[in-house]
């Protein structure tokens, strides 16, 4: 199933707009109220599941916390382990650790050093892409442990805050569901 222009509107228009959140600049693209309507979160997983079904995906990685309300269900979708990525010292087993720059903040990411072999094809999933730290950091802790990501996969893009074009340049396929400006 290819999306077709009125499932991605559909998508678009689920998903409401903060002005000045968290902090006065910032327009907050707000997935929660996606995932309050069933039918645009299943679309979104249907969605997702479809695209990456044949692509040989061996995990599903999704960041903390929203890219686990994407990441989870599309792994379970394609039959995969989901691996979560989380905030600082919540893991209980060794982890990498890698730090980053959020559009409003730095923070430090951390994935069980065991979760991922090498060998691996994964498939990274979050919520939104805005600057491309988070999953540019999330990456890299994948490389670490031995795995290999070709394919990112979000709900949102925040296309004018170039964060697509940061993962391309790490040789990623990127492919968002539906488009906004950050601004
Ligand atoms: O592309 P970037 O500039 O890195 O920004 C995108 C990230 O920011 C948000 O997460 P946030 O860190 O706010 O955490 P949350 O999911 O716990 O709300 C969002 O869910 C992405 O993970
Ligand atoms: N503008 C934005 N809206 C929602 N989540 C975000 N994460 C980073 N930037 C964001």
Not at 84 to 105: A, D, M, N
Not at 168 to 173: D, E, F, R, T
Request: with cysteine; net charge negative.
């Amino acid at each position: 199933m290819t999306a077709t222009a009125q499932q991605l509107d559909f998508l678009k228009n689920s998903i409401k707009s903060i002005q000045d959140y968290p902090k006065p600049g910032i327009l907050f693209r707000d997935v929660t109220s996606l995932l309050e309507d069933p039918k645009a979160y299943a679309l979104s997983i249907e969605l997702l599941v479809e695209r990456y079904r044949n692509a040989g995906i061996t995990k599903v990685v999704g960041t903390e916390a929203r890219g686990f309300l994407f990441g989870a269900p599309v792994a379970l979708g394609l039959g995969v382990g989901f691996i979560p990525v989380r905030k600082p010292g919540k893991l209980p087993r060794q982890t990498f650790s890698e730090s980053y720059e959020l559009e409003y903040g730095t923070d430090r990411l951390e994935l069980h050093c065991d979760a991922i072999q090498p060998g691996d094809v994964v498939l990274v999933v979050d919520d939104l892409l805005a600057t491309g730290g988070t999953i540019e950091a999330t990456v890299k802790l994948i490389q670490r442990a031995g795995g290999t990501v070709k394919d990112a996969a979000f709900i949102i893009n925040l296309f004018d805050l170039a964060g697509e074009a940061r993962l391309k340049a790490l040789g990623l396929n990127v492919y968002s569901l539906v488009n906004f400006p950050g601004h």
